[in-house]
């Protein structure tokens, strides 16, 4: 005769466990494992979300006003006086200053300082650079970038406002410039902004 309590056993060495202590050893097993799964897991969302580095994204508008920049009218001309270049223009005349082949605007002013003062000052109006403004600053980088893979890049121009001291963000954007018909390389203009 079978004993209707202790007909679904656990038979394990000498011991006789009824079903109802055995549904409770695996429970208490189960709720042991997703506890630990879960504080393995709370450990590693802390390490990887815990302040990060903001990374550099791309942004459209810095892109845009990046690109637009490039097309605004300065204060200098080069050939003659109602030939005013353009910012993009000055970019490329800076660029034969580094290989010496630049020549000045017909006021007598360096075209590598005309094109920063310019640059400047267009971004100063563009973006709320400081502390209690948008932005907390901006860095921006002109260099050649050449096809052949084992020539360096060389910097054109480089310089910046504000600081990149604890950024919520770090937003950029870039704008190249065709050098030559021949394809020999570009002038890459890029413009990171650090978000307040």
């Known amino acids: 005769m079978i004993n209707k309590k202790y007909s679904r056993q656990y038979f394990g060495g000498d011991r006789i ?3 109802s202590k055995r549904s409770q050893h695996e429970i208490v097993g189960f709720v042991l494992i997703v506890l630990i ?9 802390a ?6 580095e903001p990374e550099r ?4 508008e810095v892109s845009n006003l990046l690109e637009a920049s490039m097309y605004h009218t300065t204060n200098c001309a080069v050939n003659y006086v109602p030939q005013y270049r353009s910012v993009q223009d000055l970019v490329k ?4 200053d580094r290989s010496g082949n630049s020549r000045n605007c017909l006021d007598g002013n360096d075209v590598c300082q005309q094109l920063e003062d310019d640059l400047k000052n267009i971004l100063e109006v563009s973006l709320d650079v400081g502390d209690e403004g948008v ?3 901006y860095n921006i980088d002109i260099y050649f970038a050449s096809d052949d893979q084992e020539v360096s890049n060389d910097l054109i121009l480089q310089f910046n406002a504000g600081s990149f ?3 919520s963000a770090i937003v950029g ?3 190249p410039i065709p050098v030559s018909s021949f394809g020999f390389g570009r002038i890459e203009t890029e413009l990171k902004v650090c978000k307040n």
């Open 57 to 60: 994204q791309n942004s459209v």
């Open 135 to 137: 932005n907390k600053g």
């Open 37 to 45: 799964v879960s504080i393995v897991g709370v450990i590693f969302l």
């Open 17 to 19: 466990i009824p079903k």
């Open 165 to 167: 001291i604890n950024c």
């Open 47 to 52: 390490i990887t979300l815990g302040n990060p």
């Open 93 to 96: 005349e800076c660029y034969k």
């Open 173 to 175: 954007g870039g704008h």
